[in-house]
């Protein structure tokens, strides 16, 4: 088909299109005469018809669209750039930081021997990743924001780890970003999703890390898989034993890094 049979067939095209387009009424006379599904049903099929069309009018531009806009309001945009700040911080020993003000993100490495964790023991991946709210939502300095990133990491995350019988504080090390107010959970779940971290309860392995006690009221919850690899916290001794072994949750930890690591690794060349 030469340039001229294309050019009339795109008219003939169009000028159908615009045949049907204006058939269309401007509303539904009877809207009880379509059911919930067939509403959707027919709103799926509409919207792939647009895109079609969105997609051979852009293939129409003479002039191609760029292949990224940045974006600095974009939330994917911040928070992947606060996470590449917080790969620039240094690593302190968890149980030495000193108390500062400021509330956002941090994350959790592990240089120690314990067998699950050989694959990421010394590395620059980490084993947990979190943010910490501020104060006040309407915080606008660190001191507003309160110590509340000091206070995750040294009162409840260093504590929680000194407890455990198999674990050594001195095995642990953090980095840690002070972050403007509302931009803390945007970098968390782009740090989440990038390192995809065991203990975080995202990847629903070995979680229950970040948890703060049970009150004797749910004592009869079920310990969590991280109770169950490293014992030592007095409130979740009596818990329901988990239905996954020791073994199993170890089991489950090698299947996850033999999954992602490569890949992660990769993304941090």
């Known amino acids: 088909m030469n340039r001229l049979d294309i050019k009339v067939s795109i008219r003939e095209l169009i000028t159908q299109f615009k045949g049907l387009v204006d058939s269309i009424p401007d509303s539904i006379e009877d809207p009880a005469s379509l059911t919930d599904r067939s509403r959707k049903t027919l709103r799926a099929e509409l919207l792939d018809i647009i895109s079609k ?10 002039i191609h669209p760029p292949d990224e806009v940045f974006d600095p309001s974009d939330p994917a945009v911040v ?26 993100v941090y994350a959790i ?21 979190g943010k910490v709210d501020p104060a006040s939502s309407e915080a606008t300095t660190p001191e507003q924001q309160g110590d509340k990133l000091w206070n995750r990491l040294v009162k409840d995350h260093a504590k929680n780890v000194d407890k455990a019988e198999n674990l050594d ?10 972050v403007r107010s509302a931009w803390q959970n945007t970098a968390e779940n782009y740090l989440i999703n990038w390192f995809k971290p065991v203990w975080n309860n995202e990847m629903k392995i070995c979680y229950g890390f970040g948890k703060h006690g049970d009150r004797s009221s ?24 988990h239905p996954k072994s020791v073994d199993d949750i170890k089991a489950d930890i090698r299947a996850h890094y033999a999954t992602h690591l490569e890949s992660i690794r990769v993304a941090l060349a």
């Open 53 to 62: 069309l969105e997609s051979f009018a852009g293939d129409l531009d003479p």
């Open 169 to 178: 504080l001195a095995n642990f090390e953090a980095r840690f970003l002070v």
């Open 79 to 104: 928070g992947r750039l606060i996470a590449r700040t917080l790969l620039e911080r240094p690593r302190i020993p968890l149980g030495n930081i000193d108390r500062f003000y400021g509330s956002g």
């Open 218 to 241: 749910t004592r009869d919850n079920t310990k969590s898989p991280w109770d169950t690899l490293h014992p030592g916290r007095a409130w979740a001794a009596d818990a329901k034993t």
């Open 109 to 129: 490495y592990y240089m120690g021997p314990f067998d699950a964790y050989e694959e990421i023991s010394g590395s620059q991946i980490p084993i947990y990743v």
